[in-house]
């Protein structure tokens, strides 16, 4: 058997601002890079949330799909930087300010 752990994730965000409601919105596209050179591409949907909220709807879909166990603590929920740091995973994220959806 295939030993099959992250080692890598990449985390695009694109966020958007809307003048009708004055909030800012965010998507995210997800690259996973397994140990055995496999890759696995996600999509965090449409989300509310400003600055790197997007970071948090990454994680909410590794946690969907399975490939991550998300840690609570007093303090609240782990967020992906502390995730990858805790399985010695590289991260590597970028958001875009786009004009529209």
Same mark, same amino acid.
């Given at each position: 058997?295939?030993?099959?752990?992250i080692t890598k994730i990449?985390?695009?965000?694109?966020?958007?601002?809307?003048?009708? &409601?004055? =909030?800012? *919105?965010?998507?995210?596209?997800?690259?996973?890079t397994f140990s055995d050179g496999?890759?696995?591409?996600?999509?965090?949907?449409?989300?509310?949330? &400003?600055? =790197?909220? *997007?970071?948090e709807s990454a994680l909410n879909e590794l946690e969907s799909a399975g490939l991550a166990t998300v840690l609570q603590t007093q303090y609240g929920r782990e967020t992906?930087?502390?995730?990858?740091?805790r399985n010695d995973v590289?991260?590597?994220y970028r958001a875009l300010d786009v004009k529209r959806r």
């Open positions: 058997m295939t030993d099959r752990t990449q985390v695009l965000g694109r966020r958007w601002f809307s003048t009708t &409601y004055g =909030n800012t *919105y965010h998507v995210a596209d997800i690259w996973v496999t890759e696995s591409k996600l999509y965090a949907d449409y989300a509310y949330g &400003y600055d =790197n909220q *997007y970071l992906l930087r502390l995730w990858c740091t590289t991260l590597v």
